[in-house]
């Protein structure tokens, strides 16, 4: 089925309105956010989609520092 509009993300305009003036191609937002992507040599789809991915999350704000959803390592400040 034909995925609706209404239900895209437009991450173009979301780094326009976050940074208007300044390039907002992936190589760009790659540079800006320090998202390595030294890999990409051609524009492949499964590259391009995981680089965005990363930029995506940085647009909304960032990772969160030392989250970690693995069990075996321990958290800091965690109590006993």
């Known amino acids: ?11 173009l305009a979301m780094a326009r309105k976050k940074f208007p003036g300044a390039q ?5 937002l790659c540079r800006r956010f320090e998202i390595n992507n030294t890999h990409r040599d051609l ?3 499964l590259v391009d989609a995981d680089l965005l ?10 990772r969160q520092p030392g989250l970690s959803l ?5 958290n800091e400040g ?3």
Not at 1 to 11: E, F, G
Not at 53 to 62: D, F, P, Q, S, W
């Open 53 to 62: 991915a990363n930029v995506y999350i940085e647009l909304l704000g960032g």
């Open 43 to 45: 524009h492949g789809a």
């Open 70 to 74: 693995d069990a075996s390592q321990e």
């Open 24 to 28: 907002a191609n992936l190589d760009a």
């Open 1 to 11: 089925p034909v995925l609706a509009m209404s239900q895209s993300i437009d991450t």
């Open 78 to 80: 965690e109590a006993p």
